[in-house]
C-alpha cells in the first residue's frame, strides 16, 4: 500500500492490487473483519474496461480473485447467504474475460471450497468435476488438481 501510495499517476489501480493482496492475505491471519474491507475496496475500484488486461499481469483477474476471497471469508464470519453470491459473481465476469487462470480460480475457489465449507457434498463433487473438465480443456493443471 506504500508503494501504492508513492506513485502518484497509477496510484489507484496499484491501491486496488493492494487490498485484493492484504485483503487474501488478511483472510488467512484470521482477520476477516479487515480482510472484508480491503476486499470490497478492491471490488469498487475495479471497473472492467480498464482493468481486465491486468489479468495478463497478475495471472489472473483481479476481481474475480478478490470476489472468490471474498466469499470464503464471508463463512468465516458466519455471512453464509454472501458465500455463494460471490462465487457467482465471480463466475459471471471470469467467463466474459475468458482466460484460463481467471477461469479456474473461479470454479475451485469460487465454488469448490465454498460448497465443501458449506458442507454440500453432491455440489462439491460436481463443482469437483466440472473444474477437472475445464482445466483439462483449458490446460490448467492447477485447476485440475485443485478439482481432484
Known amino acids: 500500500m506504500d508503494l501504492a501510495k508513492s506513485h502518484e499517476e497509477s496510484y489507484l489501480d496499484l491501491e486496488m492490487v493492494g487490498n485484493r493482496l492484504r485483503g487474501s492475505s488478511l483472510l488467512l491471519l484470521g482477520q476477516s473483519q479487515l480482510a472484508e474491507q480491503c ?34 471469508n464471508q463463512w468465516h464470519q458466519g455471512k453464509i447467504s454472501e458465500i455463494k453470491s460471490c462465487g457467482d459473481e465471480a463466475f459471471e465476469l471470469a467467463q466474459k474475460i475468458g482466460s484460463a487462470n481467471t477461469i479456474g480460480i473461479s470454479h475451485f475457489v469460487g465454488r469448490v471450497l465454498p460448497l465443501a465449507l458449506l458442507d454440500e457434498t453432491e455440489a462439491v463433487l460436481a463443482a469437483s468435476d466440472k473444474t477437472i473438465e475445464v482445466a483439462i480443456a483449458l490446460e490448467t493443471p492447477l485447476w485440475k488438481v485443485g478439482g481432484l
Do not use: F, N, P, R
Not at 40 to 58: N, T, V
Open 39 to 72: 476486499l470490497k475496496d478492491s471490488a469498487a475500484a475495479y471497473s472492467y474496461e480498464k482493468h481486465k488486461s491486468l489479468d495478463a499481469l497478475y495471472g489472473q483477474d483481479i476481481k474475480v480473485a478478490t470476489l472468490t476471497y471474498l466469499g470464503l
